[in-house]
């Protein structure tokens, strides 16, 4: 039995870019095409705060062609307004420039097409964006709009941020790849940020192999899929210290380590996962901290906010100095136990969130299987692939050491490869 909805069709960014080159289709064809699959769709995943494709959609610009990108709306983009999810910014006009980021992808050769749907200012609130593979269930939050753009094939890549799960939740609700980057790899200016210290770049696309064209475009250094000299080295992370795993995705992720072994894979556990429930704790101390400090103005309209964002706000501005620095002290030891792990492991495989997306609407899921590895800064691949016994979506994170992105969406890609083998 499979539910998924006919909604779910994302559009592959790397067989794209191949008709691109090589004359197939044109940068016309391309936007004509977003714009159709939008105009089929928008009304029942309602992904898009405002869609407005250039004028001109042909020409040389980059590696990606001019191909359509969307843009989760705390990030600037010129000429659009950057509204954050919030009726407080309803009349905001248009951005005079591109936030660092947005620019950066239009060198790659990527176009905005719009600003995508965010959760108030990128927290728990969610905004009308429904999950294209289960249209009665959360996309996840907060880079709803740009997760569910992507997996029901209106673009074929978009951008997210990640403060706790922002991006990998999303990803593994919604049944596409994701990638998290490295924190502090790319400037945040332009971005209306929640947590300083914890908020990275995110993008979102159908699978790893278009994660990898993207990046290779991005980063002007081609990502080689299917040619690592060894089989990844895993630790397989169960999540069992959480205790919110459940019992489809559990099975899920056993199943997989079953099959990277048999693949003949080094398949190992983490010797201790302390750490990864020590800087779970401590994230929800910084970020909680950091935000009220971060936007301080909201405190002058704080009865205009979603209740959850209200409590965060209250809950930071309660936080002693003395125990931020703790959290971020327990973080930093964290943190160095981890790295340690890479000296004879190249990736973490786990569950990207507790299980499928959860029914309903009005809330967006749970963060916390994303916290550690956020308050870390790792980059972290979202492979999508695994289902529950009715085809709903299951997530699977891979987790690599700082600056390893080239190399881990090589491992994320094999894992995929994996996956579709053993379905």
């Not at 704080?302 to 964002?309: G, K, M, N, V």
């Not at 029914?359 to 299987?369: Q, R």
Request: a negative charge; one cysteine or more.
């Amino acid at each position: 039995m499979n539910v998924r909805s006919s909604l779910y069709q994302p559009w592959s960014l790397a067989d794209l870019v191949d008709d691109l080159e090589a004359g197939r289709i044109t940068g016309a064809d391309v936007w004509n095409r977003s714009r159709s699959r939008i105009d089929e769709t928008e009304n029942d995943v309602a992904a898009w705060v405002v869609h407005a494709p250039p004028a001109e959609s042909d020409g040389p610009v980059g590696p990606l062609g001019g191909i359509p990108l969307g843009v989760k709306d705390i990030i600037d983009v010129e000429g659009m307004p950057t509204k954050c999810g919030t009726d407080l910014y309803a009349t905001r006009g248009p951005e005079t420039s591109d936030a660092a980021i947005v620019g950066a992808w239009r060198s790659a050769g990527a176009v905005p097409a719009g600003k995508t749907v965010s959760t108030e200012f990128a927290f728990f609130a969610p905004g009308p964006t429904r999950n294209p593979a289960a249209p009665s269930r959360t996309p996840g939050g907060s880079s709803s709009g740009s997760a569910a753009a992507v997996a029901s094939g209106q673009v074929p890549l978009a951008l997210g941020s990640q403060t706790a799960g922002s991006v990998t939740r999303p990803a593994s609700y919604c049944g596409v790849a994701s990638m998290v980057m490295t924190r502090g790899l790319h400037s945040t200016d332009g971005v209306t940020g929640l947590s300083a210290s914890l908020d990275s770049h995110g993008l979102y696309a159908a699978r790893v192999r278009d994660l990898a064209c993207a990046w290779s475009a991005f980063a002007a250094k081609k990502v080689v899929l299917g040619c690592l000299s060894h089989r990844p080295r895993v630790l397989l992370w169960d999540a069992t210290e959480l205790g919110v795993v459940e019992p489809p995705m559990s099975h899920a992720v056993d199943e997989l380590g079953r099959a990277i072994r048999a693949d003949g894979a080094q398949l190992a556990k983490p010797s201790s996962t302390d750490a990864v429930f020590d800087a779970t704790i401590a994230h929800a101390v910084v970020m909680a901290y950091e935000a009220a400090l971060e936007r301080s103005a909201l405190f002058a309209d704080i009865d205009r906010l979603s209740e959850p964002l209200a409590a965060l706000l209250r809950r930071g501005a309660a936080t002693t100095t003395a125990d931020y620095y703790a959290a971020g002290t327990v973080i930093a030891e964290s943190r160095e136990r981890i790295i340690r792990l890479f000296d004879n492991a190249d990736v973490i495989v786990g569950p990207a969130a507790p299980g499928v997306a959860p029914a309903g609407l009005t809330a967006t899921g749970d963060p916390v299987l994303s916290r550690a590895w956020q308050a870390w800064g790792l980059p972290v691949v979202t492979v999508p692939g695994l289902t529950d016994s009715v085809g709903l979506p299951l997530g699977i994170q891979v987790i690599g050491p700082p600056n390893s992105e080239s190399q881990l969406l090589a491992s994320a890609w094999w894992i995929s490869e994996v996956i579709a083998s053993s379905a």
